[in-house]
Structure formats: C-alpha cells, structure tokens
C-alpha cells in the first residue's frame, strides 16, 4: 500500500483521469474531493461491500433455480 500524506487543498493524481482532493480536515474527519470518469464508480467501502453482498445474494438464486426455470 501506497502511503501519501496531504494537506488541505492538495492533491493525488491517479492515472491519466482521477484526482483526489483533500477538501477539509476536521478533527479525526478529512473531507475529500474525487474527480474521476463517468464510467469509474466511486463508493465508501461499507456501500462497496453491500453492493458486493447484494451481487453475490442474487448469483446464489440464480445457480440454485432448476435448469430451465425462469
């Protein structure tokens, strides 16, 4: 893992086409700011993972219905 420290206003670019802005820091909180594509998703770990959560839940039902079944 790659660690960088910032501080407010600067920033990391990452590739050709995302930029990641430190927005504020307050307290134990720092504020970001993503400039990123279209195309790129961008989620909070914890909405990650519930969409992660949410995928696998529905491959299950679909491989366990019986061949032929809709």
């Known amino acids: 893992m790659l ?3 910032r501080k407010q206003d ?3 670019i ?3 086409s995302i930029t990641l802005m430190v927005v504020s820091i307050q307290g134990d909180k720092v504020r970001l700011g993503i400039e ?3 195309n790129v998703s961008i989620h909070r ?3 990650y993972q519930a969409i992660q959560k949410e995928r696998d839940a529905g491959s299950e039902s679909e491989n366990s219905r019986p061949s032929g079944a809709r």
């Open 45 to 47: 770990e914890e909405v």
């Open 3 to 5: 660690v960088l420290s």
């Open 10 to 12: 600067e920033k990391i």
């Open 36 to 38: 990123a594509p279209k």
């Open 14 to 16: 990452i590739g050709d």
